[in-house]
DNA sequence: GCGGCACTCCTCCTCCAGGAGGAGGCCGGC
DNA sequence: GCCGGCCTCCTCCTGGAGGAGGAGTGCCGC
């Protein structure tokens, strides 16, 4: 069960949001707030999963409340309403920690997807907005690879195949589940493991793990 | 009506995506390639409106198709797909031009939003990689506060002895090592350790070592 | 053509990890 | 005092992980 915040200055809208999730069995509404300042109050009282929040609004701005939101409880998602595409209210509730944005205007099985995503940790991005911010990155994406710029020695041994279902160990996927991802038999990834095993010289896959991150291959993040 | 061409090298996996294409009436397969080379031809002869294209393929890669494809024709659509989240792949096809990309896993009626979105000339980004883009994007935004550590409050529920007997699952200690190391039996090591998967949610250690690199409790380091 | 490598898949076997379901001792708060 | 949380330890049981030992494919270089 996913319980949702409800904050905009429009109680009309909070009415038709509380509709539209009334109809999903898997959320529920916990509480609504017209400004900023209610809101920060209301997450500490109620815990929700996922705030649903309006940027722009009379009497404590959806940014700053986004801000120390975040910074109290990590661990409650803000899903950002905006009427705009990504104007600069958006940008700055992602820099203050939303987990994305959507428009006002979004169908309601979109919403209703997009508050599911975040309540499990990831991220969501209106379309439209998507190509902006993907232009917007375009220079700024790593030319070379950041993500592995060090080619430990300890990885060199690894083929491509083993690299990759390294990887997916470090995700904490067990073999089957790796299986299945790469379209495989379990036990052609028993044998890809094995390799990796002996290569690291790890002697599990937790090893073989920790190793993963010391490396750069997999990334806390 | 819009056409779709399909790109990967595993003729099965084509097969899956015509079935599930077929069965949208705006939707139409006009062709398929096995690799890159072949990709960016079927793309001049058939002027398909979006390419669904496999990035990790032998013989022509993914990348640099897809560079030649938006170069060539640049109301071609291009949607890569990855397995894993924003790998060095992900992030040169999107650099190369591409609309966006899903993992091969994604949901049938996941793919076929995504067809529809990047044909009416949106982006497209799989959900847990725009956790990353936003998280890579935030130090670039304009006045940009520096991503803060974000003390993840997962471990809140944990207890300080709990905490110890994860921190040495991270380093890749069995539990046998760990009983040895903190001076305990190893029947009491698995008590704490079945409570730190039960708390974090995790099927198995991996899952929790995953878990202790992503709040920072353990670094690579 | 042939060896080497990467990738795929198999069986048999062992052992540890993890769940279920306990139990007792210690300490701090109400 | 009693309750609750934390730490400690136990048994029984199942499933998956990992080792051993092969085997067949295709590709590439010599």
Known sequence: MTTVLLVDDHALLRKGFR???QAEPDLEVVGEAADGRVAVEQVRALRPDVVLMDVRMPGGDGITATEQIV?????TRVLVLTTF???EYAFG????????????NAEPAELVAAIRTVARGDAVVAPRATRRMLDLMADK???????E?????????LTPREREVLQLMAEGLSNTEIAERLVLSA????????????KLGARDRVQAV????????????
Do not use: C, E, I, W
């Open 19 to 21: 509709m539209v999730l």
């Open 141 to 147: 994406l790593p030319a070379g690879d950041p993500a």
């Open 149 to 157: 710029p060090r080619a430990d020695d300890r990885l060199a041994g």
């Open 71 to 75: 910074a109290a409880h990590p661990s």
């Open 85 to 87: 595409d990504l104007d």
């Open 93 to 104: 509730a992602l820099r203050a920690g939303a987990s994305g944005f959507l428009l006002k």
């Open 187 to 198: 036990t052609t990834v028993k044998t890809h493991v094995g390799n990796v095993l002996a």
């Open 210 to 221: 920790v190793v993963a991150y010391q490396t750069g291959l997999a990334t806390p993040g």
